[in-house]
T-cell receptor, first 114, second 113 residues
Framework: DGGITQSPKYLFRKEGQNVTLSCEQN?????MYWYRQDPGQGLRLIYY???????QKGDIAEGYSVSREKKESFPLTVTSAQKNPTAFYLC?????????????FGQGTRLTVV | SQKIEQNSEALNIQEGKTATLTCNYT??????LQWYRQDPGRGPVFLLL?????KEKRKERLKVTFDTTLKQSLFHITASQPADSATYLC????????????FGQGTTLQVKP
């Protein structure tokens, strides 16, 4: 079955640690996105990539980094510079990076700082 | 700045009734508007997309309207069922040449048997 796989489902981070969230898609989609969701708030865009080896900052990129070395993979690193990383992280893809295309989401990773 | 608002209060309705959810936006003229369903602890699932030149879109028991003058979209679920209980998100296109979306905070619907 085609889809987006995020791992792990739950992740615990100690203060000062960097952690990497995995996102893999087998939909052959060009564009991929990372969103953050906090309780009572809408999804906020962290980073997005419209093509391999290229990515752009979203609205809340500070404290995060990404890479897009392969079309099917778009990992997100939450660095120690992100002061409030506890949240639900969602990866998405669209067939092409244009307006008007539906987004396919993974099942999310819930990150907690301990 | 662009702003999207959905009713943050949960909507509770009786099974069989029509649920109507509202999405309002300001400082923006989107070309597309999308609705997603999100269950607890899971990623959103796409439901419907409506273009700015479309007044209404239907899919089975779902209907979406898009009023660019009022800057509002209404999302209707007819003959609602307990299985329709979830959070519903509206999203607008963030720009014309990317697929990034701007989301509302979502409205939680509870359908009681």
């Amino acid at each position: 079955d085609g889809g987006i796989t995020q791992s792990p489902k739950y992740l615990f981070r100690k203060e000062g640690q960097n952690v990497t969230l995995s996102c893999e898609q087998n939909l052959n989609h060009d564009a991929m996105y990372w969103y953050r969701q906090d309780p009572g708030q809408g999804l906020r865009l962290i980073y997005y990539s419209q093509i391999v080896n290229d990515f752009q900052k979203g609205d809340i990129a500070e404290g995060y980094s990404v890479s897009r070395e392969k079309k099917e993979s778009f990992p997100l690193t939450v660095t120690s510079a992100q002061k409030n990383p506890t949240a639900f992280y969602l990866c998405a893809s669209t067939e092409w990076g244009q307006a008007g295309t539906e987004a396919f989401f993974g099942q999310g990773t819930r990150l907690t700082v301990v | 700045s662009q702003k999207i608002e959905q009713n943050s209060e949960a909507l509770n309705i009786q099974e069989g009734k029509t649920a109507t959810l509202t999405c309002n936006y300001t400082n923006y003229s989107p070309a597309y508007l999308q609705w997603y369903r999100q269950d607890p602890g899971r990623g959103p699932v796409f439901l419907l997309l409506i273009r700015e030149n479309e007044k209404e879109k239907r899919k089975e028991r779902l209907k979406v309207t898009f009023d660019t003058t009022l800057k509002q979209s209404l999302f209707h679920i007819t003959a609602s069922q307990p299985a329709d209980s979830a959070t519903y998100l509206c999203a607008l296109d963030g720009s014309s040449n990317t697929g990034k979306l701007i989301f509302g905070q979502g409205t939680t619907l509870q359908v009681k048997p």
